[in-house]
C-alpha cells in the first residue's frame, strides 16, 4: 500500500510561487500516473495535473495550465508541482494521488493529508 505525504504549502502573496512535494512509500511508485488536486474551503476536490509513470506526459486544468509544472523523480518516489503567478483563488488545500492499471483494472493510492495553501491579494 503506498502512502503519500504532501509538504511545502505556506502562505503567500498573489504572484508569487510555491513548489509542493509529495513523498510516497513503498517500491512501487513508478507503476503509478500521479496527480494533483486541490479542494477550496466549501467546495468539491477538483483536479490540478497529471503526470505518466515515465513522467513523459502531463496534462493540466485549464486554470492552471501554463502557471503550474508537474514533474516527478521515481528514484526518490516523489512528485512536485510548481506553483507560479499564483492566484488567490488557488487557495485550497492540494492532495496528490496515484492511479495505476493492473490486469485492466484502475485502482488508486489513499489520499494524504494535504498541504494548505493561501495566496493573498
Known amino acids: 500500500q503506498v502512502q503519500l505525504v504532501e509538504s511545502g504549502g505556506g502562505l503567500v502573496q498573489a504572484g508569487g510561487s510555491l513548489r509542493l512535494s509529495c513523498a510516497a512509500s513503498g517500491r512501487t511508485f513508478s507503476s503509478y500516473a500521479m496527480g494533483w488536486f486541490r479542494q477550496a474551503p466549501g467546495k468539491e476536490r477538483k483536479f490540478v495535473a497529471q503526470?505518466?509513470?515515465?513522467?513523459?506526459?502531463?496534462s493540466y486544468a485549464d486554470s492552471v495550465k501554463g502557471r503550474f509544472t508537474i514533474s516527478r523523480d521515481n528514484a526518490k518516489s516523489t512528485v512536485y508541482l510548481l506553483m507560479n503567478s499564483l492566484k488567490p483563488e488557488d487557495t485550497a488545500v492540494y492532495y496528490c494521488n496515484g492511479e495505476r492499471e493492473v490486469a485492466g483494472i484502475k485502482t488508486y493510492t489513499s489520499w494524504g493529508q494535504g498541504t494548505q495553501v493561501i495566496v493573498s491579494s
Open positions: 503526470i505518466s509513470k515515465s513522467g513523459a506526459s502531463t
